[in-house]
Antibody, heavy 119, light 110 residues
Framework: EVQLVESGGGLVQPGGSLRLSCAAS????????MHWVRQAPGEGLVWVSR????????NYADSVKGRFTISRDNAKNTLYLQMNSLRVEDTALYYC????????????WGQGTLVSVSS | QSALTQPPSVSGSPGQSVTISCTGT?????????VSWYQQPPGTAPKLMIF???NRPSGVPDRFSGSKSGNTASLTISGLQAEDEADYYC??????????FGTGTKVTVL
């Protein structure tokens, strides 16, 4: 069974940093592109970033480019999102999502980890 | 990066049909058949309902269907059921190696 379990969320002040983790199991992690998608409270889904299978290719939404860094450790079956210079508008539930090889949609989602940016 | 445009809400009685539109641009919906739709009941993670404009994953009822014309994709729920009440989001690949979601539509079963 595919499982994606996010952790690392919490309350942080504006300008602060946080690192999210996503522990993957039930599939060969190194075979799949991985994504982060976020959802502010009561708001819609927003794609944040993606990373290819070996970590050599990364893409970001304009709203986080230069502040967030996606990475992965295939030996640990873990996806990361390093978030720096956090803003109030980064407050959201962050989902870890598995890509579908060669395709542009998502089947497996984690349950999310909540990031709150507030003074 | 602006979101795809969806109506905030649609509603219908059980058994009726409802259609949700998803309007993008020539940089996303209009140029790629990479549109997918997700159902999200309150407090849960999104669930894939349609991929590549009109394909249903196994296990999704055939009352859910998708289509596209120009820069606008659509999701139709035929024979609306109480369990269909949820938020629905479209998504598309966008040129420049990014993705974009729609603004979301709340479906209410009257």
């Amino acid at each position: 069974e595919v499982q994606l379990v996010e952790s690392g969320g919490g309350l942080v002040q504006p300008g602060g940093s946080l690192r999210l983790s996503c522990a993957a199991s039930g599939f060969t992690f190194s075979d799949f592109w991985m994504h982060w998608v976020r959802q502010a409270p009561g708001e819609g889904l927003v794609w944040v970033s993606r990373i290819n299978t070996d970590g050599s290719i990364t893409n970001y939404a304009d709203s986080v480019k230069g502040r967030f860094t996606i990475s992965r450790d295939n030996a640990k079956n873990t996806l990361y999102l390093q978030m720096n210079s956090l803003r109030v508008e980064d407050t959201a539930l962050y989902y870890c999502v598995r890509g579908v090889p060669g395709n542009y949609y998502w089947v497996y989602w984690g349950q999310g980890t909540l990031v709150s940016v507030s003074s | 990066q602006s979101a795809l445009t969806q109506p905030p809400s649609v509603s219908g009685s059980p058994g009726q049909s409802v259609t949700i539109s998803c309007t993008g641009t020539s940089s996303d919906v209009g140029s790629y058949n990479r549109v997918s739709w997700y159902q999200q009941p309150p407090g849960t993670a999104p669930k894939l309902m349609i991929f590549e404009v009109s394909n249903r994953p196994s296990g999704v009822p055939d009352r859910f269907s998708g289509s596209k014309s120009g820069n606008t994709a659509s999701l139709t729920i035929s024979g609306l059921q109480a369990e269909d009440e949820a938020d629905y989001y479209c998504s598309s690949y966008r040129s420049g190696n990014t993705y974009v979601f729609g603004t979301g539509t709340k479906v209410t079963v009257l």
